[in-house]
């Protein structure tokens, strides 16, 4: 699945329950493939943010099976950041 970093602004909402608290880290970015495109929120925990570009989601890498038997897709998925491809400049 390919994921679409447009910018490096990272939204932190901070959260309190009890005599815990924290602050919850996401990054936006566009997911899409042959079914569908949207806009997603990533996690990204004490990770900085990703750069700008095009990355790929390794699905089989980030999904897992829970207690229950249902599917899991990792809180924080890792991405792997798609090279550009040098472009070829004709010759004058």
Request: charged content about 35%.
């Amino acid at each position: 699945m390919k994921i679409t970093i447009t910018n490096t602004h990272v939204d932190e909402k901070q959260w309190s329950k009890g005599d815990r608290s924290g602050v919850i880290r996401t990054q936006e970015a566009i997911a899409e493939n042959p079914h569908f495109r949207n806009k997603v929120r990533l996690d990204l925990g004490k990770e900085p943010a990703y750069a700008v570009g095009e990355y790929e989601l390794d699905l089989e890498a980030n999904v897992s099976v829970g207690d229950f038997g249902d599917f899991k897709l990792a809180r924080k998925p890792k991405l792997t950041r798609i090279e550009a491809k040098p472009s070829l400049a004709k010759a004058s």
